[in-house]
């Protein structure tokens, strides 16, 4: 039988450590800050808007991206400040993939998988790679609202079972 060769772990030096500890204040505020308002703005919209509609539409997840496109230059200023950029293309990135998003809700047709489950999985994916980088604000756009795809979609079925 072969032996086989362990080699000792390293250990990590202050480069490494500075980047790796980088990651939890760009993970606040790149992931988790946009599920939260997504959260936020998908409840408000299930509680406060949705009974008052007629036929249901938009849903809250479609009111969230909406809420989100009024309240987008706040959130540039909030979530990327010292970003070199524009409030107006940040806003693009996030209308591009609510849009799609929206028309995906809308469908039916794999709402819960293309909406929910497939945008967690590339949800994850971008927060375990996207922090290591400088990203146009577009880019930054695009990352939040998927963020705020999930954070309404979960923030919209809290508020229908628990308000």
Not at 53 to 62: I, K, T
Not at 63 to 90: C, H, Q, R, T, V
Request: glycine share 12%; charged share 10%; net charge negative.
């Amino acid at each position: 039988m072969a032996e086989s060769e362990l080699q000792p772990v390293g250990t990590l030096d202050d480069e490494e450590w500075k980047s790796i500890a980088g990651w939890l204040p760009e993970s606040m505020r790149h992931a988790i800050t946009p599920m939260t308002i997504g959260a936020i703005f998908g409840a408000f919209w299930q509680t406060i808007v949705l009974p008052n509609l007629n036929y249901g539409y938009p849903s809250p997840v479609q009111g969230a991206f909406i809420l989100a496109l009024i309240f987008s230059p706040l959130m540039y200023k909030y979530l990327l400040p010292d970003k070199k950029g524009n409030w107006k293309e940040y806003a693009m990135g996030m209308g591009i993939l609510g849009f799609a998003y929206s028309l995906i809700w809308v469908s039916g047709w794999g709402a819960m998988f293309c909406g929910g489950y497939f945008s967690l999985l590339v949800w994850a994916w971008i927060n375990s790679t996207w922090w290591q980088y400088e990203l146009p604000s577009f880019r930054y756009g695009i990352w939040h609202a998927i963020g705020i795809d999930i954070g309404a979609f979960g923030g919209a079925i809290l508020a229908f079972i628990y308000l």
